[in-house]
């Protein structure tokens, strides 16, 4: 199992090796609008473990392009978490 950790919230949320960030919805804080990389309702900078992401998909890198201004900011609706731990923010 992998870990995503929301800073803002305080908690963890567990979800199986090789899970997309979407499946959180619900489980934190973070805001999911579209899932389709266009809102940005879902950009949260990657405190730790951004190795254990996958890379930007094209819709990512094309949302990313549009709304982010930071490397270690990405779109969770696109994400796909390898495996181990993640600490984000938003």
Request: glycine share 8%; net charge negative; charged share 30%.
């Amino acid at each position: 199992m992998a870990t995503v950790e929301v800073k803002n919230d305080g908690g963890k949320v567990e979800v199986p090796d090789g899970s997309l960030l979407a499946d959180i919805d619900g489980k934190c804080s973070v805001l999911f609008a579209c899932k389709s990389a266009s809102c940005a309702s879902c950009k949260v900078k990657v405190l730790e473990g951004m190795e254990n992401l996958e890379p930007p998909n094209d819709l990512e890198k094309a949302g990313l392009e549009i709304f982010a201004t930071d490397p270690s900011e990405r779109l969770m609706c696109q994400c796909k978490l390898k495996k181990g731990k993640i600490v984000v923010e938003y």
